[in-house]
C-alpha cells in the first residue's frame, strides 16, 4: 500500500461558483489537476523533469462523487495520493475536504496514462518515479 498523501489547500473565490451558487463542477476538476501537479513539483517531478524523460502524464479518466456543495469564502483541502502504478499508468485518488467541519465535499479518482511524447505511445513507468510516490511518513486526513 502506498501511504504518501499530500494536502493541498484551496480557498473558494468568486469565479468558482455557478448560476446555482455553489462550486461549478469542472471547478473540482481544476482543482484535482492542481493538487496533482503539486504533488508531482514537491516529489520532484515538474514539467522539467519529465520533459527530460521525453514523456508527460494525460488523463484517460476521472471519477467524481459529489457528496456536499462548496461555497464561495469556504477553505477547502485537497487530499491526494497514488494509489497504485501499472506499468504505463496510475490511480490517483483524492478526498475533497471542507477545513470548518472536516465534512467530505468529494472523492475522487482519476487513471492518468504515462506517454512517450515524441511517439504519443504509452510509456513505462520510470522506477525512480513510482519511488518518489511511494516513499515518505504515514499521513492521517482526519
Not at 469542472?26 to 517531478?45: C, N, P, R, T
Not at 505511445?121 to 499521513?139: D, L, T, W
Request: charged share 25%; aromatic share 10%.
Amino acid at each position: 500500500m502506498l501511504t504518501n498523501i499530500y494536502h493541498h489547500k484551496i480557498d473558494v473565490v468568486t469565479d468558482d461558483i455557478d448560476l446555482q451558487g455553489h462550486v461549478n463542477n469542472l471547478v473540482y476538476l481544476k482543482w484535482m489537476q492542481d493538487a496533482a501537479v503539486a504533488h508531482s513539483l514537491e516529489k520532484g517531478w515538474g514539467h522539467d523533469e519529465y520533459g527530460k524523460l521525453g514523456c508527460s502524464w494525460v488523463v484517460r479518466a476521472h471519477q467524481i462523487e459529489y457528496r456536499y456543495p462548496a461555497f464561495e469564502n469556504d477553505q477547502l483541502e485537497v487530499v491526494t495520493w497514488v494509489d497504485s502504478f501499472r506499468r504505463a499508468s496510475c490511480v490517483r485518488k483524492y478526498e475533497i475536504l471542507r477545513m470548518r467541519d472536516q465534512k467530505i465535499l468529494a472523492v475522487a479518482q482519476t487513471n492518468w496514462a504515462f506517454v512517450d511524447l515524441e511517439k504519443r505511445m504509452p510509456a513505462r513507468v520510470p522506477q525512480e518515479v513510482i519511488e518518489a510516490f511511494k516513499s515518505g511518513p504515514m499521513a492521517q486526513t482526519s
